[in-house]
């Protein structure tokens, strides 16, 4: 298929990103562990396939110094991730038919909410494992 005919058939909708903050290590309660996945897929609008999908894992080891780190940390953390992921995605499409798509950076404002989300859930587990 020419690259033209298969590219305009693709639809690249932004990255997913999954978060996760598990709970602190039994031994030093001042590090916390950051999980972030990142997926990019592409679908073949006509024939709603998914012809690629990328698929990371990055995990942070995070020394707190008794705080809890703030969204604008752990976004920091997240933009690291994206800006390998990108560079992974450009060495494995490069000679593809897919070199054109590009990761996009990731928007502080649109995942505000899910860290903060995360952030909580891992402040209450926390407490009660602390409780324990």
């Given at each position: 298929m020419a690259k033209e005919h298969f590219s305009s058939n693709l639809e690249a909708p932004a990255e997913q990103y999954f978060l996760e903050i598990p709970p602190s290590?039994?031994?030093?309660?001042?590090i916390i562990y950051f999980n972030v996945s990142i997926e990019k897929k592409l679908v073949n609008i006509p024939q709603q396939s998914?012809?690629?999908l990328a698929n990371i894992f990055f995990h942070f080891k995070v020394k707190a110094n008794n705080e809890t780190p703030?969204?604008?940390?752990?976004?920091?953390?997240?933009?690291?991730?994206?800006l390998n992921f990108a560079v992974y995605?450009?060495?494995k499409t490069k000679k593809t038919n897919l070199k054109g798509y590009k990761i996009q950076k990731a928007n502080f404002e649109l995942?505000?909410?899910?860290?903060?989300?995360?952030?909580d859930t891992?402040?209450?587990?926390?407490?009660i494992n602390k409780a324990i």
């Amino acid at each position: 298929m020419a690259k033209e005919h298969f590219s305009s058939n693709l639809e690249a909708p932004a990255e997913q990103y999954f978060l996760e903050i598990p709970p602190s290590e039994p031994a030093d309660k001042d590090i916390i562990y950051f999980n972030v996945s990142i997926e990019k897929k592409l679908v073949n609008i006509p024939q709603q396939s998914r012809p690629f999908l990328a698929n990371i894992f990055f995990h942070f080891k995070v020394k707190a110094n008794n705080e809890t780190p703030t969204p604008e940390f752990y976004f920091s953390l997240i933009e690291t991730a994206v800006l390998n992921f990108a560079v992974y995605f450009y060495e494995k499409t490069k000679k593809t038919n897919l070199k054109g798509y590009k990761i996009q950076k990731a928007n502080f404002e649109l995942i505000r909410d899910d860290i903060q989300k995360a952030i909580d859930t891992w402040s209450r587990n926390n407490s009660i494992n602390k409780a324990i």
